[in-house]
């Protein structure tokens, strides 16, 4: 049955985020890590969204908050276990997401092999754009996704460069995740990633698509 929610309010509906990591060979090369054999993937709670007007939360006990721009896969039809073939049949559009990352303690995790979540899951870690419906955007592989910081250009990547497709994506992850209408895929980041400071502008776009800003702002350490 058809919902009744509008999914242009996609980040209403406290649906799964599910976060792919390292599918862009430039940014995988500049944080030492190795190209992925097969697509890796976290998840963001669904407090993680903030939208524009209100601010990236910094949290207390993050010293290098970090930047990575990503397109984002906003799924329209329950998916499970679908093929490549089939898997843009469960796509409604597409956002543009930050995936903020507490770049010291996801450092500290990986050593420890401790999970990521706090350096990934915290309250506003996932700006989101507008919501774009699949049909203003015929190939989401023929996308120009940049970033900047107070005016600076700081990444600018081509989607055509992930290392795994949107379909491959949404059929490896339906094999172990079922997606649920409203559920949101952030597709990986291009490099250039990079730290924010408190009062920091951040303004992020899809060439000719869209643009978004948010300011950073810092959390006080609970007492
Ligand atoms: C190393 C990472 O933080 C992976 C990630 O999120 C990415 O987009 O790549
Ligand atoms: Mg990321």
């Known amino acids: 049955m058809a919902s009744s ?9 406290g649906k799964n985020i599910l976060c792919v990591g390292r599918n862009y060979a430039e940014h995988a ?22 939208r524009e007007g209100s601010p990236i939360v910094r949290p207390y006990y993050c010293t290098d908050l970090q930047h990575e721009v990503e397109l984002g896969v906003v799924i329209g039809r329950r998916a499970q276990a679908v093929s490549q073939e089939a898997a843009m ?20 995790c990986k050593k420890r092999g401790l999970p990521w979540t706090l350096a990934k899951a915290f309250s506003t870690s996932c700006p989101v754009s507008e919501f774009v419906p699949k049909e203003e955007i015929p190939d989401p592989h023929k996308l120009k996704i940049w970033l900047k910081v107070n005016g600076r250009l700081r990444q600018e ?11 491959h994506l949404i059929s490896y992850i339906s094999e172990i995740v079922t997606l ?20 920091d502008e951040i303004e992020a776009g899809i060439h000719g698509i869209l643009s978004m800003r948010f300011r950073v702002a810092q959390q006080t350490c609970p007492s």
């Open 29 to 50: 090369k500049e944080l030492g890590n190795a190209l992925p054999a097969e697509p890796l993937f976290f998840l963001k709670p669904s407090s993680a969204y903030v």
């Open 180 to 199: 649920e209408e409203g559920d949101l895929i952030l597709t990986g980041s291009p490099s250039g990633v990079g730290s924010v400071q408190e009062n």
């Open 157 to 167: 990547g081509e989607t055509s460069s992930m290392i795994f497709s949107i379909p």
């Open 89 to 108: 049949e469960h796509v409604a559009g597409y956002a543009l997401c930050l995936d903020m990352t507490a770049r010291d303690v996801q450092k500290e």
């Open 5 to 13: 929610r509008p999914l242009a309010r996609f980040w209403e509906w």
